[in-house]
């Protein structure tokens, strides 16, 4: 009997050791897919006399422009019958035109930003004597 008790126990122990033995969790790997981003795109910040600053995004590839101002985006198509570069949409424009800035509202002709462009370079100019 003691035999018999003694062999149960042990096969209880060796079937619970066993049984609590169950395969861990393995750890979730997450791979984000990032697309690489092929498009040629510029950022600018412009300071306008009054302190206000406009971003904007330029991506060549595609022709648009995204304008930041005030808290607002503006989403603009490249338009290629004007001007150096040009943007606008059927309500604002946005044009860099020889480092003058100006963002317009199209429709009551108001100009919501105008910056102009420091010349690189314009420090002062000491020329050398001989």
Known sequence: ???LFT???MGLAILSSTACKHPGKEAEVITEAVPENKDETTKDVFTD???EKIEVIINHTKGTATVHLEGKTYDLKKSDALPEYTAS???????NIK???TLLK???DMVLFHAKREAKGSGSAKMASY
């Open 49 to 51: 006399s009054y302190g």
């Open 7 to 9: 062999l149960v126990l």
């Open 1 to 3: 009997m003691k035999k």
């Open 99 to 101: 480092g003058n800035i």
């Open 89 to 95: 949409n059927e309500e604002y424009q946005y044009s």
């Open 106 to 108: 199209k429709n009551v």
